[in-house]
C-alpha cells in the first residue's frame, strides 16, 4: 500500500484509492472472509488433531530421525480465485492429509500452510501435487515478493540433544555466518526473526521470544523463523534441504567448528 495523503490509501486487494474508513472495512472483511472458510482453521487451531508424523511407506524411520514441519505463509493475488483455499486443500490432501489451512495475524488477505511432521523424503512427495498445479493454485498465490510472509520450519526436539539445539542456536546467530545465513535465508528479518549471540547451554532454555531466529519456546519442536517466503519448487526445497543438512552438521561439528566454511 501506498500512502496518498492523510485522508486515503492505496489498496492492492482493491487496486484503487480507499478511504482508511473503508480501509478499516476491508481489513475486517478480509479476516471474517478467511473465518468463515471451511478449508481454513483459526491460527489458534492444532493441526495435529488431524496430522500425524509423516514419513513414506516403506521409508526407515529410528527413534532421532528428524521431522520437520513446515508453514509456508501465502497472499492473495488480486483475482485470486474465491475457492483458493478449497484448491490448496485437495492438493496438500492428494496422497494423504499433508497439511491444513490456518489464518495468520501477520498476513493481510492470505493464509499459512501447516504441514504435518515429514521426513524429508516425505516433504518431496507430498508438496508435489502444489508445485505442480500452475494455475490452479501457485499462480494465484505469491510469497516471495511480499513482506508480510515467510517460512518456518519446525525440528523435532526429539531428533536432536540439548547441545545439538545449543549448536544451532550458536550457528544461526553467530555474525560470522550472518551474511551466509541471510544468503540462504533470502531476507535478513529483525522483526521476526531477531539475532542475538547465543551460548551452547542456550540449548537447555524455552523461555525463549518466539520472534527470534530460532524459537526453542515450543514443547516438541524448535523453530527456524529465518526464511523469506518462496512458492518456487527450487527455492522452497533450498530452505529444507539446508535445515537437513544443519541438523546433521550439529551431530558431527564441534563446538568449535561451528562456522559455515
Given amino acids: 500500500r501506498l500512502k496518498l495523503d492523510n485522508n486515503y490509501i492505496y489498496s492492492e486487494y ?65 483475482n485470486c480465485p474465491s475457492d483458493i483455499a478449497e484448491r490448496v486443500h485437495n492438493l496438500m490432501h492428494r496422497y494423504t492429509p499433508f497439511a491444513l489451512l490456518k489464518t495468520d495475524g501477520s498476513l493481510s488477505n492470505g493464509f499459512e500452510i501447516v504441514t504435518a511432521p515429514s521426513t524429508l523424503n516425505a516433504h518431496k512427495k507430498y508438496w508435489k501435487p502444489f508445485f505442480d498445479s500452475g494455475d490452479e493454485a501457485i499462480n494465484n498465490l505469491k510469497s516471495w515478493n511480499t513482506d508480510t510472509t515467510g517460512i518456518h520450519i519446525h525440528i523435532s526436539k526429539s531428533a536432536l540433544s540439548q547441545s545439538n539445539i545449543g549448536k544451532i542456536l550458536v550457528f544461526i546467530n553467530d555474525e560470522k555466518n550472518e551474511e551466509f ?25 524455552t523461555d525463549t521470544d518466539k520472534y527470534e531466529a530460532v524459537n526453542t519456546s515450543h514443547r516438541n519442536s524448535i523453530e527456524l523463523r529465518i526464511f523469506r517466503g518462496n512458492l518456487s519448487r527450487i527455492g522452497f526445497f533450498r530452505v529444507l534441504e539446508f535445515v537437513d543438512c544443519l541438523v546433521n552438521f550439529v551431530k558431527n561439528t564441534t563446538p568449535r567448528k561451528l562456522y559455515y566454511t
Avoid: C
Fill in 14 to 78: 482493491r487496486d484503487t484509492y480507499i478511504s482508511h474508513e473503508d480501509h478499516d472495512e476491508e481489513e475486517e472483511e478480509s479476516r471474517n472472509e478467511d473465518y468463515e472458510d471451511d478449508y481454513i482453521h483459526s491460527w489458534e487451531y492444532d493441526v495435529m488433531q488431524d496430522l500425524r508424523l509423516t514419513a513414506l511407506p516403506n521409508e526407515r524411520v529410528e527413534l532421532n530421525t528428524a521431522y520437520y514441519g513446515v508453514e509456508l505463509e501465502v497472499e492473495k493475488r488480486k
Fill in 181 to 205: 545465513i541471510n544468503h540462504i535465508a533470502g531476507r535478513n528479518s529483525n522483526q521476526w526473526a531477531k539475532k542475538s549471540p547465543k551460548k551452547i547451554s542456550d540449548g537447555a532454555r
